[in-house]
């Protein structure tokens, strides 16, 4: 069975085109519906999904139910698929997305929609070749079910759109972010469900807020907003903080939260509500704008809610808050234990307040514990006395606890908003701030700086310090390199393109590409701690807000590539500062010029123990060193780049890194065996190996600048005898890493002389410093390889064969099976292999690769994190938003627009 088939329309121009799903072809159980309204042109297609074992006996062998589109593509590229649907079923449908018959790229999601008259959009990405193509639906999942359940419910099916360009997810948001004043000043926000094992939702919430004089410490439990709706006519009801949110930075530094559905009912709410973070720079202050919007039509009844914002401090500290009335404010002390001087916060708003309250939060809000889905609580309408602060507003709209002040641990501070009125279409904006000083004085001054920005004595516009925090962002990313070609809609302007010596600049021709780029660099830079310099591994919770010094000098790479010398210079200085001098407990287990491989991201110096020794850090300190020195002479900064080198601390580290590595190597040639990168063999890594060679490569180019022109001759024979064992074949008598037969790098040798003859991705690092030329015909065949044995669409590389950690590992940080399928994409490892590709000459490639990694990008364009579920096409949110991910990417782009290149000199290897 078939609908009648239009002729294809040709995506021309750079225009969307868009196909009916009731005039394509369908089969099985589909059919053409038009009883339900909102459906472009009136008609749809029903979709039914795959039967249930109830109906096995009656429909055995029958085909499932699809729709195929026949489109015809201008030109190889990356598209966006968007599909029109409604699903009114009470849960998510699944089906199949095939492309001229293959099973690729697999299961595509339609949301739950509640209601099957709310018609929304289901996106897939996909790179499509110049010519006619055949894109079907089906409710058979084959073999990429990956769990899911075949017995899906039915959907209603509009129409397909496709889009030339790329685009990234709409399903899978970063969950937590962090921003930064750029001194003394970090705040935190969180979504209500973190990653897959995190079952008991609050949120979305500012989770933290840390302040320079006490780092260690986060001064607040959480910052949010109840709801209540008192609109006339209707039982009054109360909103908890359980959304589903979308949370990201646009390229001016705003950090963006956008509310969703209800989580404890799955409805979306008639209202938009949403959330945006000034982090002001050089200011100890943050300024937050709340959006609320009445969708309804013009005309319909207004829709009146009260809304009480609401800030815990810290449960284990003693403080104590009075309410400023004419400042209309909260003032607090906050007690920092033991021995340490107080802090003193000012939580207050820009508009008017009607009550305000401290004390308890109450007991049917999250205290000390979280709140459970369907937990019960009070009746709607129900006065409960005593239910503190937040309790009490829950339950009769009043807000709680004493109107003037309050003392005792986590004490919960809020403002009470009555009666606001939303008329449909129109938003209606509320705005509050937070400030932080070691002193009543200087909280006094904060406080009138935030509401006199000018220094006039009428209060200024809360607007000031978006506009000013925007300002500064954009002044920041004009260092930035451009990306030539074609400027996505919402960019920085002012930046210039510089490509390499002998090159000409390469332009893109899709504006996701710049955008991704440009809101990468500002989500690295926002991770940055703002006094120390180091960055975070991930901005997931899950990741324990820790530092890994291999990963963040990878970034600073990055950063000194993109033109931001000095946010990568801060890095620098960091990483030399806390490099092990030899002395003290640790010595034996972290000789001089080593790295922990975990430091705390609060401490100026805290190293923490976690799967030691993983010694590649040294070799990309050097190389990063080297890196930044040449970066700064290149944009004429030559009394920057001699100030850099000449300092006392980085000078000392890079020669004792340097001297690790040189004074160490083994009679096989080889560096010392170490746990890097994947932490789960003590071998003489590929990964580390590599770093070490290249790091000696650059000491040694490095010699004369740094003062010890008498240890270059060694560096470089050491960086020489490192690369030979790398490049020595495994079936040699004195075996090396590389394997003839396979044509790839193996993943190490034991200190025993055991061979880890399997193949790993991280070897192609090899490629991407120019250890291995890409003249040399083994780093055509490297590539070969690890396309062959490691690509899962393509694009999506994984680390190693049979890679399980996110598909079953209980080490995962976001639970077990936080991956429907084993072999998780990395984006990193995409990255590797597209910069490999573009010096062997694969420019097609390397530009299919930039477009998969966008794809790749959480909603709002925020960087992935490790792994991406390749059966899905969804980044795995545990670990995002991960710096060095972004950094990679930067790389990447950088390189393919001819103005960067990571390879360091080869002359010492001729």
């Given at each position: 069975?078939?609908?009648?088939?239009?002729?294809?329309?040709?995506?021309?121009?750079?225009?969307?085109?868009?196909?009916?799903?009731?005039?394509?072809?369908?089969?099985?159980?589909?059919?053409?519906?038009?009883?339900?309204?909102?459906?472009?042109?009136?008609?749809?297609?029903?979709?039914?999904?795959a039967p249930g074992l109830e109906n096995i006996f009656d429909q055995d062998g029958a085909a499932a139910a699809s729709v195929s589109f026949t489109v015809e593509i201008p030109e190889t590229a990356w598209y966006t698929l968007n599909f029109r649907y409604a699903n009114g079923s009470g849960s998510?449908?699944?089906?199949?997305?095939?492309?001229?018959?293959?099973?690729?790229?697999?299961?595509?999601?339609?949301?739950?929609?509640?209601?099957?008259?709310?018609?929304?959009?289901?996106?897939?990405?996909?790179?499509?070749?110049?010519?006619?193509?055949?894109?079907?639906?089906?409710?058979?999942?084959?073999?990429?079910?990956?769990?899911?359940?075949?017995?899906?419910?039915?959907?209603?099916l509009d129409q397909l759109e496709i889009v030339p360009g790329t685009s990234p997810s709409d399903q899978t948001s970063a969950r937590s972010l962090v921003m930064n004043n750029g001194e003394d000043m970090v705040g935190i926000t969180e979504a209500a469900l973190l990653y897959q094992k995190d079952?008991?939702?609050?949120?979305?919430?500012?989770?933290?807020?840390?302040?320079?004089?006490?780092?260690?410490?986060?001064?607040?439990?959480?910052?949010?907003?109840?709801?209540?709706?008192?609109?006339?006519?209707?039982?009054?009801?109360?909103?908890?903080?359980?959304?589903?949110?979308?949370?990201?930075?646009?390229?001016?530094?705003?950090?963006?939260?956008?509310?969703?559905?209800?989580?404890?009912?799955?409805?979306?709410?008639?209202?938009?509500?949403?959330?945006?973070?000034?982090?002001?720079?050089?200011?100890?202050?943050?300024?937050?704008?709340?959006?609320?919007?009445?969708?309804?039509?013009?005309?319909?009844?207004?829709?009146?809610?009260?809304?009480?914002?609401?800030?815990?401090?810290?449960?284990?500290?003693?403080?104590?808050?009075?309410?400023?009335?004419?400042?209309?404010?909260?003032?607090?002390?906050?007690?920092?234990?033991?021995?340490?001087?107080?802090?003193?916060?000012?939580?207050?708003?820009?508009?008017?307040?009607?009550?305000?309250?401290?004390?308890?939060?109450?007991?049917?809000?999250?205290?000390?514990?979280?709140?459970?889905?369907?937990?019960?609580?009070?009746?709607?309408?129900?006065?409960?006395?005593?239910?503190?602060?937040?309790?009490?507003?829950?339950?009769?709209?009043?807000?709680?606890?004493?109107?003037?002040?309050?003392?005792?641990?986590?004490?919960?501070?809020?403002?009470?908003?009555?009666?606001?009125?939303?008329?449909?279409?129109?938003?209606?904006?509320?705005?509050?701030?937070?400030?932080?000083?070691?002193?009543?004085?200087?909280?006094?001054?904060?406080?009138?700086?935030?509401?006199?920005?000018?220094?006039?004595?009428?209060?200024?516009?809360?607007?000031?310090?978006?506009?000013?925090?925007?300002?500064?962002?954009?002044?920041?990313?004009?260092?930035?390199?451009?990306?030539?070609?074609?400027?996505?809609?919402?960019?920085?302007?002012?930046?210039?393109?510089?490509?390499?010596?002998?090159?000409?600049?390469?332009?893109?021709?899709?504006?996701?590409?710049?955008?991704?780029?440009?809101?990468?660099?500002?989500?690295?830079?926002?991770?940055?701690?703002?006094?120390?310099?180091?960055?975070?591994?991930?901005?997931?919770?899950?990741?324990?807000?820790?530092?890994?010094?291999?990963?963040?000098?990878?970034?600073?790479?990055?950063?000194?590539?993109?033109?931001?010398?000095?946010?990568?210079?801060?890095?620098?200085?960091?990483?030399?500062?806390?490099?092990?001098?030899?002395?003290?407990?640790?010595?034996?287990?972290?000789?001089?010029?080593?790295?922990?491989?975990?430091?705390?991201?609060?401490?100026?110096?805290?190293?923490?123990?976690?799967?030691?020794?993983?010694?590649?850090?040294?070799?990309?300190?050097?190389?990063?060193?080297?890196?930044?020195?040449?970066?700064?002479?290149?944009?004429?900064?030559?009394?920057?780049?001699?100030?850099?080198?000449?300092?006392?601390?980085?000078?000392?580290?890079?020669?004792?890194?340097?001297?690790?590595?040189?004074?160490?190597?083994?009679?096989?040639?080889?560096?010392?065996?170490?746990?890097?990168?994947?932490?789960?063999?003590?071998?003489?890594?590929?990964?580390?190996?590599?770093?070490?060679?290249?790091?000696?490569?650059?000491?040694?180019?490095?010699?004369?600048?740094?003062?010890?022109?008498?240890?270059?001759?060694?560096?470089?024979?050491?960086?020489?005898?490192?690369?030979?064992?790398?490049?020595?074949?495994?079936?040699?008598?004195?075996?090396?890493?590389?394997?003839?037969?396979?044509?790839?790098?193996?993943?190490?040798?034991?200190?025993?002389?055991?061979?880890?003859?399997?193949?790993?991705?991280?070897?192609?690092?090899?490629?991407?410093?120019?250890?291995?030329?890409?003249?040399?015909?083994?780093?055509?065949?490297?590539?070969?390889?690890?396309?062959?044995?490691?690509?899962?669409?393509?694009?999506?590389?994984?680390?190693?064969?049979?890679?399980?950690?996110?598909?079953?590992?209980?080490?995962?940080?976001?639970?077990?099976?936080?991956?429907?399928?084993?072999?998780?994409?990395?984006?990193?490892?995409?990255?590797?292999?597209?910069?490999?590709?573009?010096?062997?000459?694969?420019?097609?490639?390397?530009?299919?690769?930039?477009?998969?990694?966008?794809?790749?990008?959480?909603?709002?364009?925020?960087?992935?994190?490790?792994?991406?579920?390749?059966?899905?096409?969804?980044?795995?949110?545990?670990?995002?938003?991960?710096?060095?991910?972004?950094?990679?990417?930067?790389?990447?782009?950088?390189?393919?627009?001819?103005?960067?290149?990571?390879?360091?000199?080869?002359?010492?290897?001729?």
């Open positions: 069975m078939s609908g009648s088939v239009t002729p294809p329309p040709e995506l021309s121009d750079g225009a969307a085109r868009s196909f009916q799903a009731e005039l394509a072809s369908f089969g099985g159980p589909a059919s053409i519906g038009n009883t339900v309204g909102g459906a472009t042109g009136g008609s749809y297609l029903l979709l039914p999904g998510d449908v699944y089906r199949n997305l095939l492309v001229d018959d293959a099973d690729i790229p697999g299961t595509i999601t339609f949301a739950n929609r509640f209601s099957s008259e709310s018609w929304g959009i289901a996106r897939d990405r996909l790179e499509l070749s110049a010519g006619t193509h055949t894109i079907t639906l089906t409710a058979d999942l084959g073999n990429e079910a990956g769990g899911l359940n075949a017995g899906d419910p039915e959907i209603l079952v008991e939702g609050f949120g979305p919430s500012l989770s933290q807020l840390r302040f320079g004089a006490n780092w260690g410490t986060d001064q607040v439990d959480y910052g949010t907003m109840w709801f209540r709706d008192v609109s006339a006519g209707a039982e009054p009801r109360t909103l908890a903080p359980y959304f589903d949110s979308t949370n990201y930075f646009d390229e001016h530094g705003i950090l963006h939260v956008e509310y969703g559905d209800y989580l404890p009912t799955g409805e979306a709410l008639p209202v938009s509500i949403s959330r945006e973070y000034a982090m002001v720079p050089g200011e100890p202050l943050m300024v937050e704008r709340w959006t609320l919007t009445n969708q309804n039509q013009v005309g319909d009844p207004l829709i009146e809610w009260d809304v009480l914002n609401a800030l815990r401090l810290n449960a284990d500290l003693a403080g104590r808050a009075v309410w400023d009335e004419r400042r209309e404010a909260w003032v607090a002390e906050i007690g920092q234990g033991e021995g340490r001087a107080p802090l003193y916060l000012a939580f207050g708003a820009f508009q008017d307040t009607d009550r305000q309250g401290a004390g308890e939060a109450g007991e049917d809000v999250r205290g000390d514990g979280r709140m459970p889905f369907g937990a019960a609580g009070p009746a709607p309408g129900e006065s409960l006395g005593g239910q503190g602060v937040i309790g009490s507003f829950e339950a009769s709209g009043q807000v709680g606890g004493d109107p003037q002040r309050a003392e005792g641990q986590g004490v919960t501070l809020g403002m009470e908003i009555e009666s606001v009125d939303l008329f449909p279409t129109r938003p209606v904006e509320l705005y509050f701030y937070y400030t932080l000083a070691e002193s009543l004085e200087q909280l006094d001054s904060n406080i009138a700086t935030a509401l006199s920005p000018q220094g006039t004595a009428s209060p200024g516009s809360p607007t000031f310090w978006f506009d000013r925090t925007e300002e500064a962002w954009d002044d920041r990313l004009r260092e930035a390199r451009d990306i030539p070609g074609v400027e996505p809609a919402e960019t920085v302007a002012g930046r210039e393109t510089s490509a390499l010596p002998g090159e000409t600049l390469r332009e893109v021709s899709d504006p996701a590409l710049e955008t991704a780029y440009l809101r990468s660099l500002v989500s690295i830079l926002q991770s940055q701690q703002p006094e120390f310099g180091s960055f975070l591994a991930s901005t997931n919770p899950a990741y324990e807000f820790k530092v890994w010094p291999r990963d963040s000098a990878a970034t600073a790479i990055a950063l000194d590539g993109a033109g931001l010398h000095d946010a990568a210079e801060h890095y620098w200085m960091w990483m030399a500062s806390v490099e092990e001098d030899g002395a003290g407990e640790d010595a034996a287990a972290f000789p001089n010029g080593t790295f922990y491989t975990n430091y705390g991201f609060w401490s100026a110096d805290q190293p923490i123990d976690f799967v030691q020794p993983e010694w590649d850090a040294q070799g990309l300190f050097l190389i990063g060193v080297y890196r930044h020195y040449e970066a700064l002479l290149d944009a004429g900064k030559s009394d920057q780049a001699a100030a850099f080198v000449n300092d006392p601390t980085i000078r000392e580290a890079f020669v004792d890194s340097a001297q690790f590595i040189a004074t160490r190597i083994e009679p096989n040639g080889f560096g010392p065996p170490d746990l890097s990168i994947w932490e789960e063999f003590y071998l003489y890594n590929v990964f580390t190996q590599i770093t070490y060679a290249q790091g000696l490569n650059a000491a040694s180019q490095l010699a004369q600048e740094i003062g010890r022109p008498d240890l270059a001759e060694s560096w470089a024979a050491g960086a020489n005898t490192i690369r030979d064992a790398i490049l020595r074949p495994t079936t040699a008598e004195q075996p090396g890493l590389w394997n003839e037969e396979g044509g790839y790098l193996v993943w190490g040798i034991t200190p025993d002389g055991t061979l880890i003859d399997r193949q790993e991705n991280s070897a192609n690092l090899a490629l991407v410093t120019g250890l291995l030329d890409a003249g040399d015909p083994r780093a055509q065949r490297q590539v070969e390889s690890t396309l062959a044995n490691l690509s899962r669409n393509e694009y999506g590389i994984s680390r190693y064969e049979g890679d399980t950690f996110y598909a079953s590992s209980p080490y995962s940080p976001g639970g077990a099976y936080e991956s429907r399928v084993p072999e998780a994409s990395w984006p990193q490892m995409t990255s590797y292999i597209g910069l490999a590709q573009e010096f062997l000459g694969n420019t097609d490639w390397t530009r299919g690769s930039l477009g998969w990694t966008v794809s790749r990008y959480g909603e709002g364009y925020m960087a992935p994190g490790e792994g991406v579920d390749w059966s899905t096409r969804e980044p795995l949110p545990s670990t995002m938003v991960e710096p060095v991910t972004a950094a990679w990417y930067v790389q990447n782009l950088l390189n393919y627009t001819n103005q960067f290149d990571p390879r360091l000199p080869e002359e010492v290897f001729a």
